[in-house]
T-cell receptor, first 115, second 114 residues
Framework: GAVVSQHPSRVICKSGTSVKIECRSL??????MFWYRQFPKKSLMLMAT?????????EQGVEKDKFLINHASLTLSTLTVTSAHPEDSSFYIC???????????FGPGTRLLVL | AQSVTQLDSHVSVSEGTPVLLRCNYS??????LFWYVQHPNKGLQLLLK??????LVKGINGFEAEFKKSETSFHLTKPSAHMSDAAEYFC????????????FGDGTTLTVKP
């Protein structure tokens, strides 16, 4: 159990366009989801914490108007990169937690390339 | 506040020899500690976790870790490395709350030589 999926796994887009990434918990209800960004050969950087039905909490330095997060249900959170630029190219990973459980279950990641 | 230090950015071992990946942590709370593995271009897979139960934790693929509060350490070990163990390993500390944030170490790249 505790499977998290992400879609798409890989996306290439033109500069200035918006890209939506979905994160789904397939077999459990995720009260909290996290969005991370990972640069090549680097650790994961937490971007924001998303709780179902409420606004996301963004980490310092992360532009909330650029990285729109929606957690509309207990099994789905979305990250929209608006007006993407080449510097937004990265590996984006989501994770999900159940209420009362400390373990985060990670999605397989989405590789974004902005041309 | 919490932080994680992975003491080695790269570890290289020969196949069949022991693996030791070191992790020290600091936390204002009673923490949960995790080790995750990431293969190239893949997501993170949980190896094992410590959540205030037994201090010696056994995980998947023969890995284990020991929580030592006095040393604030949570080192990952395996008696005999396989080629398939070559990957990036992350030590993670998390607050014991429902929305507890996790802090990741910088990662250790494990290379296994034939």
């Amino acid at each position: 159990g505790a499977v998290v999926s992400q879609h798409p796994s890989r996306v290439i887009c033109k500069s200035g366009t918006s890209v939506k990434i979905e994160c789904r918990s397939l077999d459990f209800q995720a009260t909290t989801m996290f969005w991370y960004r990972q640069f090549p050969k680097k650790s994961l950087m937490l971007m924001a914490t998303s709780n179902e039905g409420s606004k996301a909490t963004y980490e310092q330095g992360v532009e909330k108007d650029k990285f729109l997060i929606n957690h509309a249900s207990l099994t789905l959170s979305t990250l929209t990169v608006t007006s993407a630029h080449p510097e937004d190219s990265s590996f984006y990973i989501c994770s999900a937690k159940r209420t009362g459980v400390e373990t985060q279950y990670f999605g397989p990641g989405t590789r974004l390339l902005v041309l | 506040a919490q932080s994680v230090t992975q003491l080695d950015s790269h570890v290289s071992v020969s196949e069949g020899t022991p693996v030791l990946l070191r992790c020290n942590y600091s936390s204002s709370y009673s923490p949960s500690l995790f080790w995750y593995v990431q293969h190239p271009n893949k997501g993170l897979q949980l190896l094992l976790k410590y959540t205030s139960a037994a201090t010696l934790v056994k995980g998947i693929n023969g890995f284990e870790a020991e929580f030592k509060k006095s040393e604030t350490s949570f080192h990952l070990t395996k008696p005999s490395a396989h080629m398939s163990d070559a990957a990036e390993y992350f030590c993670v500390v998390s607050q014991n709350t429902n929305a507890g944030k996790s802090t990741f170490g910088d990662g250790t790249t494990l290379t296994v030589k034939p």
